[in-house]
């Protein structure tokens, strides 16, 4: 992926630095949990946004309260540098250059989201954040959070690897930021209140769907706009989606699939929407709510 050298988003809220511990185990519940089974939770929410604890749960991991928050960094601190932190800053930049012609182009205003760097556990308005969620974005305050040792635990224990493949993740959050300033996820989660489980999953799916497919319209505009992509990147993006999707997450926990407990899509769903937006560039394409066929 081309990216070195172009704009850095000013949205990026630093609070790493803040002490904590690595990926040797998590402690949750007062038990011990090993690298492997903390992956595969960790994967869970990174692509799917998956509460961990209900993937731990499956695989004998227990659940428990979040751990205390750690002390947020200085904001006066200087900017780091290091290139993990540049391609955060420029890949959130891309974003930002992609989505505010579009809802301009609509007659709206985009109004970025902040992504917030940070190690182990950080404060948010929709709780306390830890590493075990892996990204997510939370839009009571419109921040996306990202923990970047994440990205090199996929690599080691999944081979998922590729710069790419971690900007397509970025942009999926994006995406959910996108649907929030829409009214779209608010709509979802009013009609998941008078909902079964079943449909509630439902719904679900069609929103994380209807995100990756957002993804693709960003990759689609971006690369259009910088020449980002190199040869291989798509497919890297792809064949992350493709080894971890519900369907593959649930036959590797528990030997078995139950398409009704699906809440993010299956691996070829993922695939296929998030293909439909990079080839297309086009967000009328994006409505998983209004098609029979996911």
């Known amino acids: 992926m081309r990216w070195e050298g172009d704009r850095e988003s000013e949205n990026v809220e630093d609070r790493r630095g803040g002490g904590g511990g690595g990926f ?15 992956a595969i939770a960790l994967v869970a929410s990174f692509f799917f946004g998956v509460d961990p604890r209900v993937v731990l749960s499956l695989l004998g991991g227990g659940g428990g309260p979040a751990p205390q928050v750690a002390q947020q960094r200085d904001p006066n601190a200087p900017q780091a540098t290091d290139r993990e932190s540049r391609f955060v800053r420029t890949v959130l930049g891309y974003t930002e250059d992609v989505w505010t012609p579009l809802f301009r182009a609509q007659g709206a205003t985009y109004r970025p989201p902040t992504l917030v760097l940070f190690n182990d556990y950080t404060q948010t308005a929709c709780g306390a954040g830890n590493s075990a969620t892996g ?14 040792s994440f990205f ?5 224990r999944f081979n998922v690897g590729g710069e790419f493949a971690q900007a397509y993740v970025i942009a999926h959050e994006v995406g959910h930021h996108v649907q929030n300033l829409l009214g779209i996820s608010s709509q979802v989660h ?14 679900s799916v069609r929103l994380e769907l209807q995100a990756d497919c957002l993804a693709g ?6 690369n259009q706009k910088e020449a980002i992509l190199e040869s291989g990147d798509v497919e890297t993006a792809l064949a992350a989606a493709t080894a971890i999707g519900d369907d593959a997450l649930q036959k590797q926990s528990r030997g078995v699939v139950v398409p009704d407990s699906f809440t993010h899509g299956s691996s070829a769903q993922r695939v296929r929407w998030f293909r439909r937006g990079i080839d297309s560039g086009d967000v009328q394409q994006c409505n998983t709510f209004d098609t029979r066929q996911l």
């Open 135 to 148: 990204p997510f974005y939370c839009p009571a305050d419109q921040n996306v959070y990202i923990d970047l």
């Open 217 to 222: 319209v960003w990759a689609y505009h971006a």
């Open 152 to 156: 090199r635990l996929m690599q080691q």
């Open 190 to 203: 009013k009609a998941q209140q008078g909902a079964s489980e079943t449909e509630g999953n439902a719904l």
């Open 24 to 38: 040797g185990g998590f402690g949750l519940g007062g038990r011990s949990i090993g690298l492997g089974t903390v």
